[in-house]
């Protein structure tokens, strides 16, 4: 047995096909399934069953990849303690971040902390709430920045800070003053909601939006993907979205008219840094966190109106 083997093994449990596995590491595909047949001749075993399509573990082979999961990472957290100078921020970190907040929170810190840290590699990866707990699941991710998490007793949560979301639209908004709408006045039915945050506005009504809200019938329409897709979309057509407030700070002075808070009380997103409670690499998520809590919350609260 050897570290290749399990990377190939996980490889095909991910793609369920031998071909994608291959492809994913680099190699030929007899060179692949040659080595997984060696692994599950050395210990007589079988670990895919290869009649079924797409492929599919075994029951011998589920409990083998959960194991050969561990022994990767495991073998991670060895190179970068043989690699890593005593207290230096070293090694690699693949982070995800939520894609609600990617396109806006990333350019803030990421060049400031590869800055500080220059033996830190840090990996991005801009993904879906659903996919990052995947991911997290895998481990084919070590922490991810996400919004309202609602993960189990497996990873560690650490609050980061509240982003307010606010109104933008190319309409003529005219019960608003002093660019602020009262949250009961929103009509939520003619606006372009994200996926993520529809769901925590559903999670936020009884709190946010006051019980007279529960009674009506709440059509929330949305788009799932890029936020700033949708925020051309309305530029070019015309219409209303809910934004991150973070989002301003790449407006041309232009389009910061069309940005309205919502009041009383403000809807907000939970922002957490998530990690596996097994994650040995506890000095550069605390670092991550004392560099994300001092620079997004900063630049989002400087952030103005109108």
Do not use: W
């Amino acid at each position: 047995m050897n570290f290749q083997q399990l990377q190939y093994i996980l490889a095909v449990e991910k793609f369920k096909n031998f071909n994608r596995a291959a492809l994913s590491c680099e190699v030929a595909q007899s060179t692949l399934s040659k080595e997984i047949q060696r692994l599950e001749k050395e210990y007589d075993i079988i670990i895919f069953d290869r009649t079924r399509n797409p492929v599919v573990p075994t029951l011998k082979g589920l409990d083998l990849l959960k194991k050969s999961r561990e022994i990767l990472s495991k073998k991670r957290e060895f190179v970068d303690i043989a690699v890593r100078r005593n207290n230096e921020v070293a090694g690699r970190i693949r982070l995800a971040i939520s894609e609600i907040l990617a396109p806006y929170i990333t350019p803030l810190f990421i060049r400031k902390i590869t800055k500080r840290y220059p033996n830190l590699e840090l990996q991005i990866l801009e993904l879906s709430d659903r996919h990052i707990e995947d991911q997290l699941i895998s481990e084919e991710i070590d922490a991810a920045i996400m919004i309202s998490p609602s993960l189990s007793h497996d990873y560690f949560e650490y609050q980061l800070y509240e982003e307010e979301i606010v109104l933008y639209s190319t309409h003529k908004i005219n019960l608003s003053k002093d660019c602020k709408i009262n949250s009961n006045l929103v009509d939520y039915n003619s606006i372009f909601i994200h996926q993520d945050i529809k769901g925590i506005l559903k999670r936020q009504l009884n709190r946010v939006f006051g019980a007279s809200s529960i009674t009506k019938k709440i059509n929330i329409n949305y788009q799932k993907g890029n936020l700033e897709t949708i925020r051309n979309v309305i530029n070019y057509n015309g219409g209303t979205m809910l934004l991150p407030k973070i989002a301003i700070h790449y407006f041309p002075s232009n389009h910061k008219k069309y940005v309205y808070s919502i009041t009383d009380p403000k809807p907000k997103l939970n922002v957490r840094l998530v990690s596996s409670r097994g994650f040995e690499k506890t000095r550069i998520v605390k670092r991550l966190i004392e560099q994300l809590k001092m620079l997004i919350p900063t630049e989002s609260s400087a952030l103005t109106l109108c």
